[in-house]
């Protein structure tokens, strides 16, 4: 049986557009049955929102990206 790596699991995960909890939940389900690769981390989707976060402001209720460019450079979309 061929088991989900790191990689393909975050793609599903964003696929589904799930929650952090809920992407927790469901790692933690194709651990328990076997279906993941043992090297792929269950805690991953805990802090995966640190790597962006510089580029955002918090200013009472209202969040804004301040540099839109550095933030799509970081996630690697070509511009």
């Given amino acids: 049986m ?21 992407s927790e939940v469901l790692a933690s389900r194709l651990r328990e049955h076997g279906i993941l690769d043992f090297k792929t981390k ?16 918090k200013e009472g209720d209202f969040v804004f990206c301040k ?4 933030l799509l450079t970081a996630m690697g979309v070509p511009q």
């Fill in 2 to 22: 061929k088991r989900f790596t790191q990689g393909q699991l975050n793609d599903f995960v964003r696929d589904l557009a799930l929650s952090k909890e809920a």
């Fill in 42 to 57: 269950i805690t991953f989707y805990r802090h995966r929102d640190e790597v962006l976060s510089d580029y955002f402001v």
């Fill in 67 to 70: 540099n839109i460019r550095r």
